[in-house]
C-alpha cells in the first residue's frame, strides 16, 4: 500500500487516489490506517468476525468504519473485465516472456472484448 501510485497523463503526477475499493481481506486496521493518514478514503466491506468482536466489547469497540455499497458495486465491474480477460490462456498463465508483449496481448485481449460488446 506504501507504494501505491496513480499516474497522471500532464501536470504533476497524481500520488493520492480519492478511494479505494478492496474486498473483505484487506480490512485490517492497519491497512485502514494508512489511508486515513494519507486522506484517502476506503470502501472495505468489514469481515463477521471483526464485526462479531466489535460488537462483544460494547462501546470500547468503537464505531464500525464507513461502507458505501454504491462505490463498492463499481468493483465488480472491474472484477469482471478481469475474469472475462482471464480467459484468454496466454494472458492467464503469462507465458510470455517481455513484458511488451505481454501488454500487447492484454490490449489485443481488451480490443476484443470491447467490441464483442
Not at 468482536?53 to 478481469?82: K, M, N, W
Not at 501488454?103 to 480490443?111: K, N, P, S, V
Request: contains cysteine; hydrophobic residues 30%; charged residues 30%.
Amino acid at each position: 500500500m506504501a507504494r501505491l501510485r496513480v499516474p497522471r497523463r500532464r501536470g504533476r503526477p497524481r500520488t493520492r487516489p480519492d478511494v479505494v475499493l478492496a474486498d473483505k481481506a484487506y480490512s485490517s486496521r492497519a491497512i485502514r490506517d494508512h489511508l486515513c493518514r494519507r486522506g484517502i478514503r476506503a470502501v472495505i466491506p468489514v469481515p463477521a468476525d471483526q464485526r462479531g468482536h466489535r460488537l462483544r466489547r460494547g462501546s470500547r469497540g468503537g464505531r464500525p468504519p464507513a461502507f458505501d455499497r454504491e462505490a463498492y458495486s463499481q468493483r465488480t465491474t472491474v472484477e469482471r473485465c478481469i475474469n472475462r480477460s482471464k480467459q484468454w490462456r496466454g494472458i492467464a498463465t503469462r507465458y510470455e516472456k517481455t513484458a511488451t508483449i505481454y501488454l500487447a496481448g492484454r490490449h489485443l485481449a481488451g480490443i476484443f472484448l470491447w467490441s464483442a460488446r
